[in-house]
């Protein structure tokens, strides 16, 4: 069993910064795949970002390159995503997810653990 905790949402102005933290506990860290994925009121859960169990594999969504950065610290057990040049757009909840295994997964049925998510608000 894995355990991931988000921290780091909060409500921010357009144009500014955030970094969601997320980690994680139960096993080997090492092991695991870790997601990022994003639900807007009223619409679907959508993938953000993936980095591989071993870090040298990173994916985004079209909708966030260039913006958002994903980055694992394997000594604190925790991944991070780096939001900047946030939009009104980008207002949701954002939930760590991950899973084990060498293969790469955007879908989120694919991933087998999940946080209970941080509230990101950007204002306009």
């Known amino acids: 069993q894995v355990q991931l905790v988000e921290s780091g949402g909060g409500l921010v102005q357009a144009g500014g910064s955030l970094r969601l933290s997320c980690a994680a506990s139960g096993r080997t860290f090492s092991s695991l795949n870790m997601g990022w994925f994003r639900q807007a009121p009223g619409k679907e859960r959508d993938f953000v970002a993936l980095i591989t169990w071993s870090g040298r594999t990173l994916y985004y969504s079209d909708s966030v390159k260039g913006r958002f950065t994903i980055s694992r610290d394997s000594a604190k057990t925790t991944v991070y995503l780096q939001i900047d040049s946030l939009k009104p757009e980008d207002t949701a909840v954002y939930y760590c997810?991950?899973?084990?295994?060498?293969?790469?997964?955007?879908?989120?049925?694919?991933?087998?653990?999940w946080g209970q998510g941080t509230q990101v608000t950007v204002s306009s």
């Open positions: 997810a991950a899973y084990g295994g060498r293969s790469i997964y955007a879908s989120d049925n694919m991933y087998e653990y």
